[in-house]
């Protein structure tokens, strides 16, 4: 079981983040600088920008191999397509995670398994991080690495598991349950990060009781997590979660992409419409020339936004395009009227725009209201907004929540680079792992067992007699429950013995329910989250030498499972055994 110890034997923290529309890198020495203060670098893995993070990206060729990942796999799929050639190019995959979809779909409809897509894009980010660790330092030991992946808050232990195994692939590690990389929750290591990178004037008044709310609006989702700080502002950073990390898992920037390319399969009717999904080139020049648009778009009533349809060449004529753009506006609000600019341009009024926005916006800004009105149930206060995230750049979304939520006594603050903040602060959770001090359980776990059958408690249906005792079946013993506040690396224990006196393996099997409290595994909330089996015995031992002490650790961003027998001779992990393609 990856136990976290005090390990002092790791020289580098390697933070990497994954995202749906940028990727990037830290890098963290154990020990701090002179000054005190952790020195973090934040790179980008293709050096091919000042900015810090590149698209994520990848490319492979028609027979699988890779060729490229970031900004540079778009211009070299564009190049071998100018040339004539073919390659397999794919983009925001990591949102096919969200389904735990087992393969994902190039820009040209070609297919490959998410995990190879995946693993591929950690071993080149890993092999990047290392390669530049080796200029700062000289010889790298891997073994002294501290892996830190971050993941959305929103994701299940399926997701979570589906990264570790994707992070062995790649190499990163040795096994699922290496205690060599850790799961940064998303909006935890931001939360880390605001108060520790905050200015002298705000992290002086995040006194020790302050609630913080943290809003990471990425490129898929938008995880939000409420933190009470334990600590002062001159101490180290302590905190504990307040409410159950939520948000939206389809909220992120590249739905505000999906809502225009609905618009124009409305405007350019079907058949256009399926030209420009399959001409990959010209369909990745228009989102393109979108996402500035869309960077830029502050939702002024008078702003326009300039959409080039140019790229759909012969397709589109100019006189194919003002009969679009007339029979558009017949049917539209007048708010919603085009305009052809030149001959291959149309322009988007302010309120077309701001329709790409708006749906993901009511989204987050009632999630927010939520949240901050379950906070006062508690009798606490949100102090501190935090807007981080690539999506948090964008001056619409900020206005909105500062418009919403700004007063008196709340205070929206974005720091210098939102689209950073996750990275830098998974590199300080690598270095400080019990600066969450504790979590709100989400779900309800624990086991399946039999107990003592009680006429008055017990239906019928669920009594057996076993070597002449009535038992009942299919109970469902909870370790933690809903809703329960469970500290950082919490162990809970509980130990079993067997019913059946030849019984030499003990079958224990792990579920989980998204109800507070249930009575048997077999209603319909509850589902199986994995299985071990352990060794306990002789068939002539005494039931009471065949015990078995299950262990569960929660608390932590992943949950791990170990069963032990009575005399220590074997110890069982478990690995929740969930349906992901590996």
Request: aromatic residues 8%; contains cysteine.
């Amino acid at each position: 079981m990856a136990l976290l110890k005090e390990d002092s034997t790791f020289t580098h923290v390697i933070a990497i983040d994954f995202g749906t529309g940028a990727s990037g890198y830290g890098i963290a020495p154990r020990h701090a600088d002179q000054d005190g203060k952790n020195r973090i670098e934040v790179f980008n893995p293709c050096d091919d920008t000042d900015d810090q993070k590149t698209a994520t990206a990848i490319l492979f060729d028609d027979g699988k191999k890779f060729l490229e990942f970031g900004a540079a796999a778009i211009q070299r799929y564009a190049q071998i397509v100018d040339d004539g050639g073919s390659a397999m190019l794919f983009q925001s995959y990591k949102m096919q995670l969200l389904h735990m979809s087992p393969i994902a779909r190039s820009v040209d409809g070609r297919e490959m398994p998410l995990m190879s897509l995946v693993a591929e894009t950690l071993r080149y980010i890993a092999s990047k991080a290392l390669e530049k660790l080796r200029e700062q330092i000289g010889k790298v030991v891997p073994a002294k690495i501290r892996w830190v992946l971050t993941v959305p808050a929103l994701w299940s232990e399926e997701h979570k598991l589906f990264m570790r195994k994707a992070a062995v692939s790649a190499g990163i590690i040795d096994n699922p349950s290496s205690s060599n990389l850790l799961l940064c929750l998303e909006p935890e290591g931001a939360s880390i990060q605001c108060r520790e990178d905050a200015e002298t004037s705000v992290r002086s008044q995040m006194e020790k009781g302050s609630v913080v709310m943290v809003l990471d609006c990425g490129g898929g989702t938008v995880d939000i997590t409420v933190h009470k700080l334990q600590c002062e502002p001159s101490e180290r950073f302590l905190c504990q979660e307040l409410l159950p990390s939520s948000g939206g898992c389809e909220w992120g920037s590249k739905y505000v992409d999906r809502y225009f390319e609905e618009f124009l399969h409305d405007f350019l009717g079907e058949s256009l419409f399926e030209i420009y999904k399959e001409n990959a080139l010209a369909r990745l020049d228009i989102l393109r020339d979108f996402e500035i648009i869309k960077r830029k778009f502050k939702g002024g009533k008078d702003e326009k936004a300039m959409i080039k349809l140019s790229y759909l060449g012969e397709h589109l004529t100019t006189s194919k395009l003002s009969q679009l753009v007339e029979a558009h506006n017949s049917a539209a609000p007048p708010e919603y009227a085009l305009k052809l600019k030149g001959s291959s341009n149309i322009e988007l009024p302010s309120s077309l725009m701001a329709s790409f926005f708006v749906p993901l916006f009511e989204n987050i800004k009632t999630k927010v209201e939520q949240l901050v009105q379950q906070a006062e149930a508690k009798g606490e206060r949100i102090r501190f907004i935090f807007m981080v995230g690539g999506f948090s750049e964008s001056p619409f979304l900020k206005s909105e929540i500062i418009r919403k939520f700004e007063n008196a006594s709340v205070q929206i603050l974005v720091p210098r680079r939102p689209q950073i903040s996750v990275i830098r602060g998974a590199c300080l959770y690598g270095l400080n792992p019990r600066s969450i001090s504790s979590r709100i359980a989400k779900k309800t776990y624990g086991i399946n067992t039999l107990t003592t059958f009680d006429p008055e408690r017990h239906p019928v249906d669920k009594k057996v007699v076993i070597e002449g005792e009535d038992f009942c079946e299919d109970v469902f013993d909870a370790f933690v429950r809903k809703g329960d506040s469970i500290g950082a690396e919490e162990v809970h224990t509980k130990t079993y013995c067997p019913v059946r006196s030849r019984q030499t393996v003990m079958r224990i099997i792990f579920y989980a329910t998204d109800k507070r409290d249930v009575d048997f595994v077999d209603e319909p909330s509850v589902y199986q989250l994995g299985e071990l089996c352990i060794d306990i015995g002789k068939p002539g031992q005494q039931v009471e030498d065949k015990t078995v002490k299950v262990t569960l650790l929660f608390g932590s961003t992943h949950i791990y499972a170990s069963a032990t027998n009575k005399d220590g001779s074997e110890i069982k992990n478990c690995d929740f055994k969930f349906d992901v393609s590996s």
